[in-house]
């Protein structure tokens, strides 16, 4: 007898009429599951195949559907109705297989196993999730959490397993060769003050992550599916008469505008229709402002895959060199 037969309850010739699922039941006379090897299961749409075997290995309310106490519902295909949802029912069967099972990261869904977990009376994926919630409830961790930067390897592992966008900012002071111009140390702060509020506001939805270690003063970098998209360098040399020095710019509208950008690639979204062709073209349409440079697509990995690096103009004003060899260049 086959699988799927000796779920509806067939035997070796077809009935006259098809049977409700209640008929079904009856004609297995009261053995519930007992006589299959493999069950279909249809938990609120979604559809598992198992073996009685796994159903059966706690005292639960699956295993009492198998031994026939308590009473299923099979439709005319021979699935199994749980009038559940089946969105955490995977981890359930898991659970029944493995003895445990990674539970889900946020507290909600967490608490919506337990659920599922209390309704099966899963007593061990029960305990399971209880003292997990009690673990994190005693441990309590910030909603928006930056993480920094302690070394490329670091980054890199960061940034490619990520399934959000990522933001990174690049600032070092302590890097700074030259003295800072008037004023830079107020746009400098300015660019942290901006990172700390869209990570605010993107909270959850962007992986901010912010960088020390590296030879830019201020740079800001934008990643989409673990690849660098686009990248806004805020750092110039100014050459006075007497001395170097450094200026950092606060291009707020670019940096606020490459931030939306790069939600395409929220959720794997970037890989959609046009998504992806629309950023690595150029996507922005509105042309760079005073003080920063046309956007530079340097390519990456071969084909069409593009990053736009917008770098602010380096002011000249005037250098050291011997008269006659003097070079000055006008925005």
């Known amino acids: 007898m086959s699988a799927e037969a000796s779920i509806e309850g067939v035997g070796s010739a077809p009935p006259a009429a098809p049977s409700s699922p209640s008929r079904l039941v009856e004609e297995k006379g ?73 539970l889900p990261e946020t507290t909600r869904e967490l608490e919506e196993v337990l659920k599922e977990a209390q309704y099966y009376q899963l007593q061990g994926l029960v305990q399971h999730c209880l003292s997990t919630l009690q673990k994190r409830r005693d441990v309590y961790e910030g909603a928006c959490r930056i993480p920094m930067i302690t070394s490329a390897k670091e980054e890199q592992m960061m940034i490619t397993s990520c399934r959000k966008p990522v933001v990174k900012l690049q600032n070092n002071r302590g ?32 992986l901010f992550i912010k960088d020390v270690l590296g030879d830019e003063i201020c740079c800001w970098s934008f990643y989409g599916e673990g690849r660098k998209i686009a990248e806004v360098c805020c750092t110039s040399i100014v050459y006075a008469t007497e001395k170097k020095q450094t200026k950092v710019e606060f291009p707020e509208a670019r940096i606020f505008e490459e931030t939306l950008n790069i939600l395409i690639y929220e959720n794997g979204r970037g890989s959609g229709p046009g ?23 340097v390519g990456i990995g071969g084909g069409d895959r593009r990053v736009r690096r917008i770098h602010v103009r380096r002011h000249i004003m005037h250098d050291e060199r011997g008269h006659g060899q003097q070079t000055v260049y006008k925005d």
């Open 175 to 206: 890097n700074n060769k030259y003295s800072y111009t008037s004023n830079s140390d107020d746009n400098l702060l300015k660019n942290i003050e901006l990172f700390d509020k869209l990570g605010l506001r993107f909270n959850g939805r962007v």
């Open 30 to 102: 009261g053995r519930g599951l007992a006589g299959s090897k493999y069950v279909k299961l249809n938990v609120g749409g979604c559809l598992h195949y198992t073996t009685i075997q796994t159903l059966s290995k706690e005292d639960s309310l699956l295993r009492s559907m198998c031994d026939g106490s308590t009473e299923v519902t099979i439709d005319s295909e021979g699935w199994v109705v749980v009038d559940r949802c089946g969105r955490h029912f995977n981890l359930v069967l898991n659970f029944l297989r493995d003895g445990t099972v990674p």
């Open 275 to 297: 998504g992806v062709a629309y950023l690595e073209s150029g996507g922005v349409s509105s042309s760079p402002g005073a003080g920063q440079s046309e956007e530079d697509g």
